[in-house]
T-cell receptor, first 117, second 117 residues
Framework: AQTVTQSQPEMSVQEAETVTLSCTYD???????LFWYKQPPSRQMILVIR??????QNATENRFSVNFQKAAKSFSLKISDSQLGDAAMYFC??????????????FGEGTQLTVNP | ETGVTQTPRHLVMGMTNKKSLKCEQH?????MYWYKQSAKKPLELMFV???????ENNSVPSRFSPECPNSSHLFLHLHTLQPEDSALYLC????????????????FGSGTQLSVL
């Protein structure tokens, strides 16, 4: 079974600075998807960024980028120029690319990010 | 308007009560999901409905009973719950191309915070 581990329960960053959230996962599969979701105080989970395992290029979405190290099974999220609105719980998630896996997303335990003004 | 609306936002119930959680999506999606989010634990997938058919039941106790009358509405009927069932229940939806395929981009509601006394 796949597992996702976020070793940082809490992180903080100064506004306008850069922060990196860590995520590691365990799988025996070669084709899969990885995600970062953000859950602000409103509780609604919002997709921040996704990465296909077969792509070597790291995904980027504006101020958000990932460092995907397939061999190390590592998938960290970098937030540049942090803003107050980035404060939220961030979840790393894994999904197999096999159709028979259904829609099962395996989530990590989350990292609570605080942005200090 | 989030696209996925959940009601009620908060619910307190006794162990002998019967209540229902409601989810409605306005995105034209054909797949809907229930997730359970407990404190300090990863999100757990409970049920998946794809084209109104239940395609996953993640070994959820029978005191949780889902209902999907159409592709826009999803209910979670609750009866004789236990205090350990207290959690945030999140609904999500996605657009699938077929019953077998799944799309990893989920759109979440803001959840129902359930407390069982």
């Amino acid at each position: 079974a796949q597992t996702v581990t976020q070793s940082q329960p809490e992180m903080s960053v100064q506004e306008a600075e850069t922060v990196t959230l860590s995520c590691t996962y365990d799988t025996s599969e070669s084709d899969y998807y990885l995600f970062w979701y953000k859950q602000p105080p409103s509780r609604q989970m919002i997709l921040v960024i996704r990465q296909e395992a077969y792509k070597q290029q790291n995904a980027t979405e504006n101020r958000f980028s990932v460092n995907f190290q397939k061999a190390a099974k590592s998938f960290s999220l970098k937030i540049s120029d942090s803003q107050l609105g980035d404060a939220a719980m961030y979840f790393c998630a894994y999904r197999s690319a096999r159709e028979t896996s259904g829609s099962r997303l395996t989530f990590g335990e989350g990292t609570q990010l605080t942005v200090n003004p | 308007e989030t696209g996925v609306t959940q009601t009620p936002r908060h619910l307190v119930m006794g162990m002998t009560n019967k209540k229902s959680l409601k989810c409605e999506q306005h995105l034209g999606h054909n797949a809907m999901y229930w997730y359970k989010q407990s404190a300090k634990k990863p999100l757990e997938l409970m049920f998946v409905y794809n084209f109104k058919e239940q395609t996953e039941n993640n070994s959820v106790p029978s005191r949780f009973s889902p209902e999907c009358p159409n592709s826009s509405h999803l209910f979670l009927h609750l009866h004789t719950l236990q205090p350990e069932d207290s959690a945030l229940y999140l609904c999500a939806s996605s657009q699938e191309v077929s019953r077998a395929a799944t799309n990893e981009k989920l759109f979440f509601g803001s959840g129902t915070q359930l407390s069982v006394l």
